[in-house]
Every structure is written in structure tokens, then in C-alpha cells.
């Protein structure tokens, strides 16, 4: 999960982004038919946004580096099972899980195709890893032409805070490169441009703690007042691809 301002409440910012792949989780669930012996592990289950949406029938697993979010998941996701550990070398014997999956974590990672090797490993044979939503910020669409300049910012942002931006367009190669074989991948359906007021000022929220320090404030104001206007005239497209992977385990 990424690590932006501090002050933000992270959880209802993980709800916002599970609110958007909820549909996809829905749909892999019911393909895979999960019976009553389920065991899922997220990979970075930060406040358990994920978790404590899980099907009453799935034994959950989480794991988060962060001992904060690990504490706020236990409040949101009590059933689960949680451990404090690292996505690159996730402390699960060989074939725990029938699901291991993640979201929104991949590009944050420094090593994304280890962090799969090792998802993997925990898979049971004809068990499924899933990535249900990594985005890929070099092929950001931004209109009209003067909020251009915000895309660019902000993902000029993500890199310094150690994510690859553009990690999403290459989520089913990397699977590849693990040796998972894919079911199902593709892109997630886009709801940027749709977002309510409270959601609107949540991702401003974010913009404005991503680009202090790196972009004058009065650029950043001047942008959500042009952000707010093309919205209000129904001219505002904000477009960033996310894409899923859905892949079974043979080993």
C-alpha cells in the first residue's frame, strides 16, 4: 500500500480503492467456486479493506509490514489471521494458501517479480494468485490540456516515494516471468470520472501531500481550482489504466 500523508484516514482511503475492484472480486470469487476449506492470504492487507469485505466462507490471512495498519485491520477485519512480515520473503510454508492475492501493492514494492515468486510459493498447486489492481501512471490521460501538468507531478511523485509508476502494464508479464499461469487479466472498469465531492476532496487530499515540498502551493491551488472547474463543466478526463491478473499454481 502506498505511503502518503500522514494525517489522512487511511482506511476510508483503502475502502474508496476496494470500492473500485469489488466488482472483479465478486466475479473471480464465483469463477473459482471457494468452498468452506478456503484459505486467502493478502499481501499487504494495510487496514484490512480487503479482508473485511472476504466471503464468510474464507479462512482470511493478512500480512503489512506496518504495525499502524496492522493495528486499524484487526479493528476492521477481527476474523483475520495476522502477521507482521515482508512481501519479499513471506514468513508461510511452501503451499499454505488456496488464494494468496494483493492490491495496490505491486508497483510499491522493490522487488515485484520476487514478491510473486513468493506469492506463488505459498499457493497451494491449483491454487490462485490474484493481483486485483495495479495501475500504470506513464499512460495517465488527463483533459483538458492545462491539467496535464498534474499527471505529470504526481507521478514524478510516485517515483519518489519509491513506487514504478508504470509497473500495471507489465503485471501479466511479470506472471509470466514467475511461471504463474494466467487465467484472466485485463483492466478495471475506470471510475475516476465519476467521483463523488467527498471522494474529489479525498484525492486532493492525497495530491496536495504527494506534491508539498516538490511543487509550489500556489501551482498545486491553481490547479484544483481548474480541476474543479472542468469537473463542474462536465470536461474534466482523468484516466490512469489499472490492470488485474488472475493465475493458477502448478508446480
Known amino acids: 500500500m502506498s505511503h502518503y500523508c500522514l494525517h489522512m484516514n487511511w482506511h476510508t482511503r483503502y475502502t474508496q480503492q476496494a470500492r473500485w475492484t469489488r466488482d472483479l472480486r465478486t466475479y473471480i470469487f464465483d469463477k473459482i467456486q471457494l468452498d468452506e476449506a478456503s484459505r486467502l492470504l493478502e499481501v499487504g492487507c494495510g487496514t484490512g ?4 469485505e472476504l466471503p464468510p466462507y474464507i479462512s482470511p490471512h493478512g500480512l503489512d509490514l506496518d504495525p499502524a ?18 512481501a519479499l520473503c513471506l514468513p ?15 508497483l510499491w514494492v522493490r522487488d515485484p517479480l ?3 515468486t513468493e506469492m506463488k510459493r505459498v499457493t497451494k498447486t491449483d491454487g490462485h494468485v490474484i493481483a486485483f489492481a495495479e495501475p500504470d501512471y506513464m499512460a495517465r490521460l488527463d483533459k483538458p490540456e492545462e491539467l496535464v501538468q498534474l499527471g505529470k507531478w504526481q507521478t514524478e511523485s510516485l517515483k519518489r516515494q519509491g513506487a514504478d509508476p508504470g509497473f500495471g502494464g507489465r503485471l501479466a508479464e511479470s506472471f509470466f516471468q514467475a511461471a504463474i ?23 486532493w487530499e492525497v495530491i496536495e501531500s504527494d506534491l508539498a515540498g516538490s511543487v509550489p502551493g500556489e501551482d498545486i491551488q491553481k490547479m484544483k481550482l481548474l480541476d474543479k472547474a472542468a469537473r463542474e ?16 499454481v502448478w508446480k
Request: proline content about 5%; charged content about 15%; glycine content about 8%.
Open 181 to 203: 499461469q494466467i487465467v484472466e487479466t485485463g483492466t478495471i472498469q475506470s471510475t475516476e470520472n465519476e467521483a463523488s465531492p467527498g471522494e474529489w476532496e479525498m484525492e
Open 69 to 86: 495498519a496492522l493495528a486499524q485491520c484487526r479493528i476492521h477485519a477481527p476474523a483475520s489471521s495476522l502477521t507482521r512480515g515482508d
Open 114 to 116: 520476487q514478491a510473486l
Open 233 to 248: 463543466r462536465g470536461e474534466r478526463v482523468l484516466h490512469v489504466p489499472t490492470y488485474f491478473a488472475w493465475g493458477q
Open 49 to 52: 479493506a480487503i479482508l473485511s
Open 92 to 106: 508461510y510454508p511452501n503451499g499454505s494458501f488456496d488464494i494468496t492475492c494483493c492490491h495496490f501493492l505491486l
